[in-house]
């Protein structure tokens, strides 16, 4: 069982930076592909970023530019630098992880990730 802690939500203004970390309970990091969801009020959670062991990314276009997804393996950390936020970043950010012992493959879809953290809140203001 893998346990998941986000940190690093809160309120900023629009064009403001953020910095969410996602700490993970994991015994080996490197195996364990990850990604950051959010979900804003009424809507569906959906892809942000995705990161692989070995630290290929992806990153959905809303965010494409603005946001850099990033890993410490040997500190079991995960982050998320959001840069030039919009209110349209508001949601509350979760952190994700699908054990992939190749550790070269990022997921993109919701149902494919095996544990979750609790979730961030982000709120930007315009």
């Known amino acids: 069982q893998v346990q998941l802690v986000e940190s690093g939500g809160g309120l900023e203004q629009a064009g403001g930076s953020l910095r969410l970390s996602c700490a993970a309970s994991?015994?080996?990091?490197?195996?364990?592909?990850m990604g950051w969801f959010r979900q804003a009020p009424g809507k569906e959670r959906s892809l942000v970023s995705s990161?692989?062991?070995?630290?290929?990314?992806y990153y959905s276009d809303s965010v494409k530019g603005r946001f850099t997804i990033s890993r410490e393996n040997a500190k079991n950390t995960m982050h998320l630098q959001m840069n030039s936020l919009k209110p349209e970043d508001t949601a509350v950010y979760y952190c994700?992880?699908?054990?992939?012992?190749?550790?070269?493959?990022?997921?993109?879809?919701?149902?494919?990730?095996?544990?979750w953290g609790q979730g961030t809140q982000v709120t930007v203001s315009s």
């Open positions: 994700a992880a699908r054990w992939d012992p190749t550790g070269n493959r990022y997921y993109t879809r919701e149902a494919e990730y095996q544990h």
């Open positions: 994991a015994g080996i990091f490197s195996i364990w592909a």
């Open positions: 990161i692989s062991g070995s630290g290929n990314t």
